[in-house]
C-alpha cells in the first residue's frame, strides 16, 4: 500500500507527524481517498474494506471508475475534474459497488484543490442504510398522504400555545381552498369560518376539552370558499405536556352535509307521512261513522215498516234489525276507537247483548260476558262473531225460557296460541236432539253454520245442561287475535 505523499496540504501540519496524520486517517471512519491529477489512486483507508467488502489491495488494481455505478460515472469524473480547478463539492452523491454486486450509496466531501498540490482529497460516508432509511420513511409518508388525501376527511395538528394548524388531507375537495391557502388558517380564522349560530358552542366546547382533557366532539357548519356553509362532524383529542397541560390537538373533520340533508329529508318525509296519516285516520273515522248512521237509518226504516206488518212478518224484520245493529256497533267502536283495524272482544258483546235484552224485553234474563279485557279482534272477525252472537242469544231468549221467568245466558271468548274458541250458552229447556243446523229450515241457525264455515271454524253443541254452542277457530284461519300475537 503506497503511503500518502509528503506534498499533502494539511493545515498545522508543522505540529502533527507524518505518522500521526497517517494513524487517523487509518482510523477514521470516513472512506478516504488521495487521487493525482490522472485520476490514480494514491491512497485508501481501511473504511473502504469495511464498507465495500473488498480490500485494500483489490480496489486497486482494477479501474476505480468501474466501481462506480454506471449511471454516476460521468458526474463523479467531472467533480473530480473540478475539484483541481478550486471547486469544492459538498454533499456529492454517488455509487460503488461492493464486493457482494450490491451498490454502497457514498455521501462525499470533495474540497478544492490548492494550485501548488497534486493531490486531491476526498472524504465520504456509506449512508446505505440511511438512504435505504429515507426511501422506506418517503414511501410511509407517500403512502400516509395518500391515504390522508383519499380518507375524505381534514386532518389538522392544533398547537394551543402558538394557535397555528397543521392541515392535511382532502383540504380542497371538503373546503374548496387549496393546501397552500387553508395551510394559512389559523385557530382564529377557523373560528371566524363556522356559522354564526354555531360559532359560540364549538368555541365553548373546544375550550372545555382543552381544559378538562376530554374529546372534543361537535357539528357546526363550516364556510367554503364559494361562500356556502357545509355541516361538520368535528372529533378531536388533546394531548397534554409535561406539565400535564394540553399543548397539541390531533382531530379529523369531516363533511357529513349529505347525510345531514338526508336526515332533513327524511324528518321532512315523517312529518308528511304522519300528517297523511292523520288525514287518513280522520277519513276512516268518517267512513266508520257514515257506515253506522247508514246501518242504523236501514235499521229504522225496518223498524218503522214493521209496525205495518202482522206480528210473524214484525219478528222477522225485528231479526234483521238486529242483525243490522250488531255490525253497526262495530263501525260504532271503531269510530270512536284510535285502532282502526281491531276492537275489544268483551266492550262489544256487553254492548250487543245489552241490546238485545232491550230488544226482547228480558229483563229477568241476565246475560254474563266473561271475556278478558284485553283481547281485540280484527275486524274481518268481529263481524261474523257478532252475527253469531246475535243470532244464538236471541234464540235463547226466544226460546230457552219459555216457561220460565228467569234465566241465564253465558257468552265467552278465549284465545291462545292454538287459535280461538267463542262460546253462547244457557240454563233453559235445552235445544231439541232433533234440531241441528244442518236439519234446521229456520234462518238463524242456518245463518250461523254458514258463518261458522266462512271464518274456518267448528262448531259443537251441548245439550247436557241447557244449551252450550262452541265454536273453535284454529290459529291458521283470517287475521290474528292481539292475544294470540302477543303469545307468538
Known sequence: MEKPSAAIDITMSHQLSFEEVTTFFELSLDLIILSDRQGSIRYINPAWEKSLGWTRAEILEQPFIELIHPDDRERSRRVF???????????????????????????????????????????????????????????????????????????????????????????????????????????????????????????????????????????????????????????????????????????????????????????????????????????????????????????????????????????????????????????????????????????YMRQLTTNLSRSYGRDTTAVAVDIAPDITIDIDLAIPCGLIVNELVSNAMKYAFVDRTSGLISVGFTSDPTGCTLSVADNGCGLPESITPATVRTLGLQLVDTLVNQIGGTMSIDRTHGTAFTIVRPLAHLPATTSERDSS
Not at 400555545?161 to 373546503?175: L, N
Open 81 to 347: 475534474e473540478m475539484s483541481f480547478q478550486g471547486q469544492e463539492h459538498a454533499y456529492f452523491e454517488n455509487r460503488y459497488r461492493g464486493k457482494d454486486g450490491i451498490y454502497r450509496t457514498l455521501l462525499w466531501t470533495v474540497p478544492a484543490v490548492p494550485p501548488h498540490s497534486q493531490l486531491s482529497y476526498a472524504s465520504a460516508r456509506d449512508r446505505t442504510e440511511r438512504r435505504r432509511t429515507d426511501d422506506l420513511l418517503r414511501e410511509s409518508e407517500e403512502r400516509y398522504r395518500i391515504v390522508v388525501e383519499n380518507s375524505g376527511q381534514l386532518i389538522y395538528d392544533y398547537d394551543v400555545a402558538t394557535g397555528r394548524i397543521i392541515w392535511m388531507g382532502a383540504i380542497e375537495q371538503i373546503t374548496g381552498y387549496s393546501p397552500q391557502e387553508f395551510g394559512q388558517m389559523n385557530i382564529d380564522q377557523w373560528a371566524d369560518h363556522l356559522h354564526p349560530d354555531d360559532r359560540e358552542q364549538a368555541v365553548r366546547l373546544l375550550d372545555e376539552a382543552m381544559h378538562s382533557r376530554t374529546q372534543y366532539l361537535v357539528r357546526y357548519r363550516f364556510r367554503h370558499k364559494l361562500g356556502h356553509y357545509l355541516h361538520i362532524s368535528d372529533t378531536g383529542l388533546f394531548i397534554s405536556s409535561g406539565e400535564n397541560q394540553a399543548h397539541r390537538m390531533l382531530g379529523t373533520m369531516s363533511d357529513v352535509t349529505p347525510v345531514v340533508t338526508y336526515e332533513q329529508s327524511l324528518r321532512e318525509s315523517e312529518a308528511q307521512l304522519r300528517s297523511s296519516l292523520r288525514d287518513k285516520e280522520v277519513l276512516l273515522r268518517e267512513i266508520h261513522h257514515r257506515v253506522k248512521n247508514n246501518l242504523q237509518i236501514i235499521s229504522s226504516l225496518l223498524n218503522l215498516q214493521a209496525s205495518q206488518l202482522d206480528e210473524q212478518t214484525r219478528e222477522l224484520f225485528r231479526e234483521s234489525r238486529e242483525r243490522i245493529r250488531s255490525m253497526a256497533l262495530i263501525h260504532e267502536q271503531l269510530y270512536s276507537s284510535d285502532n282502526f283495524a281491531s276492537i275489544r272482544v268483551a266492550e
